[in-house]
């Protein structure tokens, strides 16, 4: 097989590479001894190729943009602190939920609460979820300081190793809610339950976050007002 104009196995591609120092223009002068041939000569510093490849090689482009993490992103007019959001994909997709805060990345810190409807404290992105006009009033709860964005960082799980008399154990290690992270829901969930306890329209407003919801036949989200 030939990889641009050379095989895999020739001594061109097994060769070892040896680092030359680079010189610091295109030509270098250089002394050429002998009795007939004696003097000075202007030589290029770096040879030509003695061949050229059978097929342009891709080069990597540069790639100027910021990562995600990176880059710094504006917070919708729409959503604020206690903005009741809808969360159109993920596991919770359909969902009511209560935007707590922005994070350092950018992302929306949420929760159901858990005791309404079962979605725990987790990140999403903003162009995930439908900002409504219903706000809660969530100045007076605080968030403990370790739920930042290395809090849900993913857990690397792995297999068990062998040992005598665990030939057939070839489990892997399988996700476990971890205490902190149940203690940290259970001081939100009591914040927040507390707000909506002392709203006005508790009773509306409890059975609005447990709904989920939904588009019929003929009803379209660009003309519905949230």
């Given at each position: 097989?030939?990889v641009?104009?050379?095989?895999?196995?020739?001594w061109?591609?097994?060769?070892?590479?040896?680092?030359?120092?680079?010189?610091?223009?295109?030509?270098?002068?250089?002394?050429?001894?002998?009795?007939?041939?004696?003097?000075?000569?202007?030589?290029r510093a770096?040879?030509?190729?003695?061949?050229?490849?059978?097929?342009?090689?891709?080069?990597?482009?540069?790639?100027?943009?910021?990562?995600?993490?990176?880059?710094?992103?504006?917070?919708?007019?729409?959503?604020?602190?206690?903005?009741?959001?809808?969360?159109?994909?993920?596991?919770?997709?359909?969902?009511?939920?209560?935007c707590?805060?922005?994070?350092?990345?950018?992302?929306?810190?949420?929760?159901?609460?858990?005791?309404?409807?079962?979605?725990?404290?987790?990140?999403?992105?903003?162009?995930?979820?439908?900002?409504?006009?219903?706000?809660?009033?969530?100045?007076?709860?605080?968030?403990?300081?370790?739920?930042?964005?290395?809090?849900?960082?993913?857990?690397?799980?792995?297999?068990?190793?062998?040992?005598?008399?665990?030939i057939?154990?070839?489990?892997?290690?399988?996700?476990?809610?971890?205490?902190?992270?149940?203690?940290?829901?259970?001081?939100?969930?009591?914040?927040?339950?507390?707000?909506?306890?002392?709203?006005?329209?508790?009773?509306?407003?409890?059975?609005?976050?447990?709904?989920?919801?939904?588009?019929?036949?003929?009803?379209?989200?660009?003309?519905?007002v949230?």
């Open positions: 097989r030939r641009h104009g050379a095989l895999n196995f020739a061109a591609k097994m060769a070892p590479k040896v680092d030359k120092p680079k010189a610091a223009g295109k030509f270098v002068t250089k002394e050429i001894g002998g009795d007939k041939n004696g003097g000075k000569r202007i030589v770096n040879r030509t190729p003695k061949y050229y490849p059978t097929e342009d090689r891709g080069r990597k482009l540069v790639n100027r943009k910021k990562s995600f993490s990176q880059a710094k992103s504006k917070l919708r007019p729409s959503i604020e602190p206690g903005t009741i959001l809808i969360l159109v994909a993920g596991r919770h997709k359909g969902k009511r939920v209560v707590l805060k922005q994070l350092n990345t950018g992302l929306l810190l949420v929760t159901g609460p858990f005791s309404i409807n079962a979605c725990p404290l987790r990140r999403i992105n903003q162009i995930y979820v439908i900002a409504t006009k219903t706000k809660l009033d969530i100045s007076g709860v605080k968030i403990p300081e370790r739920v930042n964005d290395a809090y849900f960082r993913r857990q690397k799980l792995k297999k068990p190793k062998h040992r005598e008399g665990e057939f154990d070839t489990k892997k290690e399988v996700y476990s809610v971890s205490d902190e992270r149940k203690e940290d829901q259970v001081t939100v969930d009591k914040q927040l339950l507390s707000v909506i306890r002392a709203n006005p329209d508790k009773k509306y407003l409890m059975s609005y976050l447990k709904s989920s919801f939904s588009l019929g036949k003929s009803q379209y989200p660009h003309n519905m949230f």
